[in-house]
Structures are given as structure tokens and as C-alpha cells.
């Protein structure tokens, strides 16, 4: 290992632990035994040594250290009563670790196995000091979905066990909950006497030290909960079909808080809740508004003698209630006050855009506002607010007019109506909204799914594809030319596409890794920046450079070391707290930072764009990948992405690709499944928040998910990815598959999908376009390729006869040259007709070529077009023709969720 930290290390350990304090969540205060003052603590649990970061798969980082929580508290001079104890624990632990991923070795899928969990061990006697803390810890991670069992969402009977004897023997008892999501908190009953819960969550590389410094006061906890956290699991609706292959969203709308406040079922923990060691006051000082803008100003005052503490401000709308479901109240917009020392205090500014009030008509396919009553609520937690302002609209407005798009056959919806009445409020102040003063949203022109257009440089020659209404525009023939002769404008882009070959133009919208390539097939195929995920491929006859693409949400996935020229180079990135905690500070100007701070290593490393940040909705609990998403609900999903977009994007030449687009909110059959999901839930949840991050930073690019919504699979799915994205948003990057979907590459061209990764189909494409010849080997038998199937997770083989059938009365003919003895299938198909021995080292094939080419070159330009848009953005692009470095959202219009 490299001996000293750089600079960078040190800033981003730094920041890293102060964005995991700013996000931890104190859940539970009882005789505010937090802070500690005394340093004398008995520590259990194995999260006490293998304190989990965050989650595995390519989510995953490979960091230089982790601090674990003792260490943590031993660096803040903590003493650790039973410090033997938990050495002899950890010894056995880490040999059962040991021997568990020993046994993964030789598989391919090693980076989506489950982590290495094991039970705590029942605690027979207890070490004395006036305190005792606990540590539960769980992890999850691509590829499965977590259990409603004992173990994962609900503790072991030895866990179980141990904190309610262990809150019982020590004056006072803290349990620390080192988790990637909601779990069962039945022991809060069936522990009376367990003083504090604090969410530390998985808080990155920094772990141990941000955990201290909270516990001893040093720092306050100041997160808030970014989902609802509920009595019993069986409340949340999404339980009764989640894990289905085709799940079905019967919920609709109502996710999260959205149904717990709309059906009046109380949770263990509200969304948006979260104490202090702190206590603050907040006064609603003026509202006003118009049409346009709604403007909200808070002053926040802490209250307390002893602490400093932040404070965050939520800011709700009840909308009037109508045919249309509409929830209880839904988050308009939030503020994190500065750290505020005892009675000090902040004036805050919140606003919102009176339209984001709108929902989606599903019957009309209209966007309105609702005529009535808005109820406007401020405070600290979804169920702690006060109604302090009202709205009145005179009449239904109807903002904007859509097409139906990526509606299911049959609505999944089964809750539909709200159960709560809104409340009759006086003494506050009032705004009259007309209707005629709202501006109605430029009419929206889709694009045909029947039309393509090509670009050929010869007009002679015959081009493939069936099925669609084509349209040739001759372009002139060039004999030289580059892809900097287009920015400089030498050249149209659409003529420089016009003359690349089939191949170059394959090549191009296919990432670079091949399927007769050796080495890892997942999540590790690329060549110019070791450990990275993929690149696209580079074109050195027209000045194309390859990109590099590396995950995931919570830091550069990279090697941390390798060798080359004999000389040993590191790659040590900074694991990040989780995507939920990053989100549970409420707070997107330290989220900024952290984009900041990633692009930062982005450019040390040599990697172009980042897959990340995701952002699926936390729909249920036991999503198996919900720790790298932000959160249940869409406008906090939304904007967080939009802070971590900004901060990487202000670096030159490099992005961000936003995942998984769309409805991937399970693991469960990811790869195959189809979420259907009613056409309201579509617009107002699952769209919702990648639509803020589209408009208000627009994304370098953006990842098509896996699984099918509403019967088509989202990488090949036109109204999602044209429709939707681009006519509907104005998105202007590129759309890139997730790694070997199962999406039809042929169809995904059509579709907007731009680029296939991490690549693999290139022949699928070629057949599509040409005759795909068939491959020999040197005795002259069919060739065999070997890959690995994600739908079944197995090996398969395939023959590679591609586009030819032997056939003894076909019009075609096949010569193969042969430098061993013709094997005996060949001596075969020799008797029956359809191969002739022409000399001792050549065959002659006869048969037919399959009816096949069904894609448009333009189908193919298309793609390459928005994928060279972007690479002609990039630094590497920048680097090799001598440019100056730009922003790549420079000069793209940035429209502001808030306003």
C-alpha cells in the first residue's frame, strides 16, 4: 500500500466525515443520555469492528481504509471496557469472512454475491462501565432484494436478546443502527429501558471518527428520515406485491408518507423526523406569492441553553381534494439552517414554482391545477407542522397537454382515494390564484416512431431497414475528415456521420468490451483506466477518443492499485456515505460539495463519466439496492440529484449518468421483470424525480434500467426514452444500457437508446445492417462462443453460423479456408449437398442469407450523433485536438426546481 495520503485523500476523508455527521438521524433520546460525557463505554456488536460502509456491487468502492467504530471512539479517547472481548469476537468473525468470499473466487457474478453476514453471538455476561453501546449492522447490494426475516429487516433473537439485557444492565444504553435502510424497531417496545437510537446509517470510509464525535457532543446530529419508517412492514401497501417477478405497483401515488398521512396510519418514525441534542422554534414570518412563484420566509431560533444544532424546515402543500388522487400533502421545498449556537437564529428564504403544485390528469393526459383550497404547512417533520398560509384557485388551469405515454393495459392501481379530510383553517394568510394569469407550457411536438431519417454520402448504394417511413438526405462524400472539423464547423455533424462506414457507426454506439474478450464480464471492462467499468470506443481515423465510464453512487469503483511499466500506480477514491445519508442531510449544498469533490478524483483518474448518482424511489423497504437511492419521495430524490450533478459537472469535460431510468425498485428478476405501474404514479413519482435532475442540471447522461415497464423493456422503449425524455424534458445527453441488458439493441437504435454497454452486441448490429458471415475454426467446424446469460445467470454457447443457412438448393456461396483435417459434421454436410471440397485447404458453403436486415443506418446515426455531441464535450476530447476545457452543461438552459 502507498505510504502517505495526498492532499486530495485528506480533503475528501474530511468532508466525507462531516457530510456523514451532517446526515446521521438521532432517532430516540430518552434521559438525554447523548451526549456522553463519560468515556468509559462497553462496546458489542459485531458492526462495532466491521462497521459496514455502504453497500456491495458496483455500488461498491475500493478504499484505501475504513475506520470501524472502535476505532473511531479509541482515536477520541473512548475507552473500551471490554476491548479482549471483542478482539476474540472479531478473530472468528473475520475467519468465517475469510472462508465465505474464499469460496467466490472462481465466480463470475463474485461482484453481485451477497455480503458475508453472521449472527451476533448471545452475550452470557457483561463487561461493567457506566455505559454500554450497541451496534447492529446489515448490508445489502445488486442483485437481491433484502428478506422480512430475522437477520436483515428484523433482528436475530441474539440481537434482540442482547439489547434488552444490555439496556437493562448499563445506567445507559445507546444502540447505533449501522444500516442501508428502514428495519424492523419492534424492540423499542420490547426494550423500555434503551435510552438512545442513532441512525449512523453506512457513513462511508470515515466512519468511526464521524460516530464519536456525535456521541460526545462535539458534533449535533441534525439528519432528518428521507422515508417513513413503520410499525409493521405488512403497512406499506407496495408489501403485498413486492419481490413478484412482474411486480405490480398497486399503490399508485400513495408511497410513503404519501399513504400513511393520506389513510391516517401512524409510523414508528415520519418521513422528514429526526431530533437534536438541541431545541428550535420556528416562526413563519411572511408568505407571498402569485401565479408564478410561491415565497415563504421562516426566522428558526434554537431555544437551547447548551447546544448549537441545525435545524431543517419542510415546507408541505395540502392540494383540494377532487375526482384525481391527490395525497394528504406532499414536500414543496426545504431549508437547512446553519449550525445556530444557543439562541441564535437564521432567517430563511424557501420558494417553489406555483406550477409544481399541478397533478396529472390520467384521464385527459393533462397536467392541471385543481380549483380550491392549498393548505401551505411548515416545520420539521411531516407530521410536526402548522398550516400557515393559504391558496385559493378560481378555476381548473390546465398547464400542459400531453399524449399518453407508457400507460399499462390494464391500470395496477387498487388505491385510489384519500381517507383524510383536510382541516378548516383560519387567521393565516390568503392568496387568490386566477387562473387566466397562469401561463400555459409551449405545445409539445412528438416525435413519429415511424420516421427516420438517413444521412448517405452515395446514392447508389442500397441501404437495410424495414418497417418505418425513411427519409435520405444526400450528404457530400468527404475523403478526409475529423470530428474537430465539426466543432470547428468545417463540416456538419450529420455529414461527418454520413460517411462512416456500418462499422464505424456499430463500433461507435457499442462500449468497447467484445464477447470474445477474456477477463471480468461485470462491471470491469475497461482498458484506460484500470477497475472502471467501460469506455466507448475510440476512432483514431476520424479523431474520435474513447470515454471512460466508472461506477457508482457512492464513490469512484476503481482498482486501488496496478501495475504498469513496472511501476506500481495507485487509484485510492474516497468511499462516500451512502446515497440515503447523503440525502438525510437535507442539505444540497454539502451534496454539491461532495460532487465537487468526486469530479475532483474523476479527473485525477482519468474517468469521463460517473453511473451515478441513482435515484430510484425508495418504493419499498426491502429494495436491495434502496442505500444507494435517495429516498421515498420524488422532489428530495430530485433535487439531492440535481446537487451531486452540479458539483461533478462544474469540473470541465466530465458528467454524471442518472440511473436506473426507470421503475427498477427491485432486485428481485431485475433483468427480466416488468414493473407495471399506472400512468399517475408514472408522472408524479417514478418520472418525477428524474425529471428535476433532467431540467435542472441536465446530466451528461442517463442509464435505461433493466427491466421492462409496462410490458417493453426501458432500453428499448421509444415513448420513454424520445417521447418522454427528449420531446417532453429537452434532454440533450446521451442514454446508455446497463451492463448486458436484455433490452433488443436493434430496437434500443430506434428508440433513444443510445449507447450499448458495456458492449458485446456488435454482431447483433452488423446482422441487422449486412450479411453477418459465419466464423470457422481451422478444421473447418462451425465455431462456438462462449457468454454468460443474465437472464438465467449461467454460461451458454452459441454457434456462430450468424446470418448463413446451409441449404443444398441455396443462390449463395460460402468459401472457408481450412489448415487441419475436415472434421467429421463438415464431411457431413459434404454428403448432403451443401459443401463442396474445392482443394486440400478450401470449402465451399452453400445456402442462404437470412432475410435480416431490419435496422436504418440513420437509426444508427441517430445514436452516434448524441453520442458524439457529448464526447465532443469531454476533456479527453479536449486533450487530443489541444483545446480549452469547457463545462458540459455550458450554455444549456438550467431551470431550477425552486425557482
Known sequence: MEQSMSQREINNLNLSKKVAQDGMVLLQNENKALPLRNKKVALYGSGSFATVKGGTGSGDVNQRHVSSIIEGLEADNFEIANKSWLMRFQKYYDSKKKEYYDNLDD???????????????????????????????????????????????????NELSNIKLFSEYYQKSILLLNVGGVIDTDFIEKCPLLDSVLLISQPGMAAGEAVAEVLDGSVIPSGKLTDTWAFNYEDYPSAKYFGEKNPRYNEGIYVGYRYF?????TPRYEFGFGLSYAKFLIDTVKISGNEQKIDVSINVQNSSETFSGKEVVQLYVSNPQSEISTPYQSLQAYAK???????????????????????????????VMIPGTYLIRVGNSSRNTTVVGKLKLDEKVILRQFEHKLAPLV????????????????????????AKNFEKAPEIKYTDYNEVKTYSSDEDTKLPGKGFNETIENVPELQQMKLIDVLHRKISLKEFVGNLSKQELIDL???????????????????????????????????????????G???????????????????????????????????????????????????EFGVTMWLAPGMNIHRNPLGGRNFEYFSEDPLLSGTMATAETLGVQSHTGIGVVIKHFLGNNQ??????????????ALREIYLKNFEIAVKSAQPMGIMSSYNKVNGIYSGENYELLTNVLR?????????????????????????????????????????????????????????????FDVETFKQKYNNLWNDFELAADGDNYIRVNITEKINESMKRSILNGTVQIIDDNTLLLKGNWKDNNDLYIGDLQKSAMRILNVVMRTDRFAKENGLGEIKYNQNMELDSYFG
Open 107 to 157: 465466480s463470475l457474478m463474485s461482484l453481485l454475491a451477497p455480503a458475508f453476514s453472521m449472527d451476533d453471538m448471545e452475550i452470557g455476561e457483561f463487561v461493567d462501565a457506566p455505559i454500554g453501546i450497541y451496534v447492529i449492522s446489515r448490508s445489502s447490494g445488486e442483485g437481491q432484494d433484502r428478506k422480512n426475516e430475522k437477520g436483515d429487516y428484523q433482528l436475530t433473537d
Open 261 to 265: 398521512d393520506s389513510f391516517n396510519i
Open 337 to 367: 439552517t446553519d449550525l445556530l449556537k444557543p439562541s441564535g437564529y437564521q432567517k430563511l428564504n424557501m420558494s417553489f414554482d406555483t406550477k409544481n403544485l399541478a397533478v396529472y390528469d390520467q384521464k385527459n393526459a393533462q397536467l
Open 411 to 434: 391500470d395496477p392501481t387498487e388505491i385510489k382515494d384519500n381517507k383524510v379530510l383536510l382541516e378548516q383553517v383560519g387567521g393565516v394568510p390568503f392568496i387568490l390564484l386566477k
Open 509 to 551: 454506439v457499442e462500449g468497447s468490451w467484445k464477447s470474445n474478450n477474456s477477463g471480468s464480464m461485470v462491471g470491469n471492462a475497461s482498458q484506460l483506466v484500470f477497475g472502471a467499468a467501460g469506455e466507448t470506443t475510440g476512432n483514431k481515423r476520424v479523431g474520435i477518443p474513447a470515454t471512460v465510464n466508472a461506477d
Open 553 to 603: 453512487p457512492a464513490g469512484l469503483r476503481l482498482s486501488p492499485e496496478y501495475k504498469k511499466d513496472g511501476k506500481t500506480h495507485f487509484q485510492y477514491a474516497t468511499a462516500w456515505p451512502i446515497g440515503t445519508m447523503l440525502a438525510q442531510t437535507w442539505n444540497q449544498d454539502i451534496v454539491k460539495q461532495v460532487g465537487v469533490a468526486i469530479g475532483n478524483e474523476m479527473k
Open 667 to 680: 432486485e428481485t428478476k431485475r433483468n427480466t421483470g416488468d414493473s407495471i405501474i399506472g400512468e399517475q
Open 727 to 787: 420531446d417532453e424534458w429537452n434532454f440533450q445527453g446521451l442514454v446508455m444500457t446497463d451492463w448486458f441488458s436484455l433490452a433488443d439493441p436493434v430496437h434500443s437504435m430506434h428508440s433513444g437508446n443510445d449507447l450499448i454497454m458495456p458492449g458485446g452486441s456488435q454482431d447483433k448490429l452488423f446482422s441487422a445492417v449486412d450479411n453477418l458471415r459465419p466464423e470457422f475454426d481451422d478444421d473447418g467446424s462451425i465455431s462456438i462462443r462462449k457468454s
